[in-house]
């Protein structure tokens, strides 16, 4: 199965808060749970896995207008349902939208997606364009892409691609305060 969901990241020194590839496995810290994501009341961590919001609105307003990033992400494997969002096992940033240096970008090329995680103020700096506050709407950028690319055979090609540009993926225990905003 697999779920679209949104997800946000400050910019801090110079790299992405939380994650630091577009692809990541949700970990549980204590050992007897079994498979994450898993029922909250079988850990004593508040309910392991990858959070995604289900629309913008829920998160919207929880960063600044510039120095984020913001994107789908498709989670799957086992996927738990939740009322503003969804808990995954592996999460995939399939398309993103960032603010920094006074520029922005939006866009879904895995190469330009896993860039942005690597160097997001180089990606912003070369790649980014003028700030106008008139013309930046990322959000319905995103909500409309998650509408247009919901086919399963599309979805499992993107992912297949964002693996094959990162090996690695990073093993992330729950996503803290953002977590604990979408679970209630």
């Known amino acids: 199965m697999t779920v679209l969901g949104f997800y946000r990241w400050y910019l801090h020194s110079g790299s992405l808060s939380g994650w630091h590839v577009p692809v990541a496995e949700a970990v549980c810290l204590n050992p007897i749970t079994g498979q994450v994501p ?7 961590y508040e ?7 289900k629309s913008v609105d829920s998160i919207r307003g929880r960063w600044e207008p510039h120095d984020h990033a913001l994107g789908v992400v498709a989670l799957t494997g086992k996927v738990i349902e939740e009322e503003h969002g969804f ?12 603010a920094a240096v006074r520029r922005w970008w939006v866009g879904d090329w895995p190469s330009l997606v896993r860039h942005l995680f690597l160097r997001p103020v180089g990606l912003l700096s070369n790649w980014g364009v003028p700030m106008l506050p008139s013309q930046i709407d990322p959000e319905t950028y995103l909500e409309e892409w998650r509408e247009r690319h919901s086919n ?4 499992s090609r993107r992912i297949v691609k964002a693996h094959s540009l990162n090996p690695h993926t990073q093993r992330l225990c729950s996503d803290s305060k953002y977590d604990e905003s979408l679970a209630k």
């Open 47 to 53: 309910g392991c896995g990858i959070y995604v919001a």
């Open 38 to 44: 898993h029922p909250r009341d079988r850990c004593p």
């Open 87 to 98: 808990r995954g096992e592996f999460g995939v940033a399939v398309a993103m939208s960032a």
């Open 152 to 155: 399963p055979e599309e979805l």
